[in-house]
């Protein structure tokens, strides 16, 4: 490469002293560069916002209603209610039918306080006549309570 014409020099010079020209305006300026501050205070999350994934725990079959072999009736953590005649507990205290039946609730007391669940296995007729001696019972147990009266020989 040889040197160049005085004609591509003075066009060169006159390039370069146009951008010095234009410098001090591409520096930023003393009002851009200062800095906005927040008037107030960023939120946040308030604290710790970790939550776990749903567990779905609880009655899956209700009392009465027909279940499968295998089918989850109760899941729960610890024995809330306890397995009772044909149901099965899980590794995480799952409740789980052993056989096919009807699904039946048992609140026991004494020696411990207790929620039972069963499994009845039959059909549907037998477990619409274990419900009516059910309600029978209860009802008959009711009207009872109700005629109960107290005498404590206060006579008048």
């Not at 477990?127 to 209860?138: G, L």
Request: proline share 5%; hydrophobic share 35%.
């Amino acid at each position: 490469r040889g040197a160049q014409s005085p004609t591509t020099a003075r066009a060169h010079a006159a390039m370069f002293a146009s951008v010095a020209r234009l410098a001090p305006a591409l520096r930023p300026s003393a009002l851009l560069s200062q800095v906005r501050f927040a008037g107030k205070k960023a939120g946040g999350t308030g604290g710790v916002t970790r939550s776990s994934n749903p567990k779905y725990l609880g009655v899956k079959v209700l009392g009465d209603q027909p279940c499968q072999a295998g089918g989850i009736i109760i899941r729960q953590r610890g024995l809330k209610w306890a397995p009772g005649e044909n149901v099965g507990r899980g590794r995480d205290d799952t409740l789980f039918a052993l056989t096919s039946g009807f699904v039946e609730f048992q609140k026991v007391t004494f020696p411990k306080p207790r929620h039972y669940v069963h499994v009845r296995e039959g059909d549907r007729e037998a477990m619409e006549a274990r419900v009516a001696a059910r309600t029978a019972r209860r009802s008959d147990t009711y009207a009872r309570r109700k005629q109960t009266t107290w005498d404590f020989g206060q006579a008048a």
